[in-house]
């Protein structure tokens, strides 16, 4: 099963047009937003990628329509060079992911800094934080984190 993510609190979203590169991803996955890339739909699209220090962070969170009527949310993946929606991580908002888009083992009241070169966040070893783990729970069925970015 794929990863859902749940927008709890996201009252102003800055939500962008991105283009995926060449890695499959999920919803809910950590993103640097790059530079403006043709999208054939006559609008700001923005390339996305892995995490690097001191990136704009964004995250996937995709509309995730299925088409076929036996499949849902959970089988939705972002393919390679695909447009999807990416919101900015702005401070305050407060998202609940799927814990494999964290590396490693955190616990309630953790600040999280991005993991370089992955799709990740991770437990802040060094470099600026930019979430806090607020809760850990079972979200429709799957390991979940809720977060606040700071």
């Known amino acids: 099963m794929k990863a859902i993510i ?3 609190k996201v009252k102003y979203p800055d939500v962008v047009t991105a283009k995926n590169g060449a890695d499959v991803l999920e ?3 950590f993103v640097a937003l790059g530079g403006l ?3 054939r739909l006559g609008r700001d699209c923005y ?8 990136c704009e962070l964004g995250f996937v969170a995709d ?3 299925m088409y076929d009527e036996t499949k849902d949310e959970r089988d939705f993946e972002l393919k390679a060079e695909a447009i999807t929606r990416v919101y900015r991580a702005k401070k305050g908002q407060g998202i609940t992911i799927a814990k494999k888009h964290v590396s490693g083992e955190v616990n309630v009241g953790d600040k999280l800094g991005i993991k ?3 799709y990740q966040l991770q437990k802040k070893s060094s470099g600026a934080a930019v979430a806090v783990v ?3 729970y079972n979200f429709n069925g799957q ?5 606040e970015f700071i």
């Open 27 to 29: 919803n809910g996955a």
């Open 143 to 147: 390991a979940s984190l809720y977060i």
């Open 47 to 54: 390339k996305i990628g892995k995490l690097t220090e001191g």
């Open 116 to 118: 370089a070169t992955s």
């Open 37 to 39: 890339v043709a999208d």
């Open 6 to 8: 749940n927008l709890d």
């Open 134 to 136: 607020l809760e850990k």
């Open 63 to 65: 509309v995730a329509l």
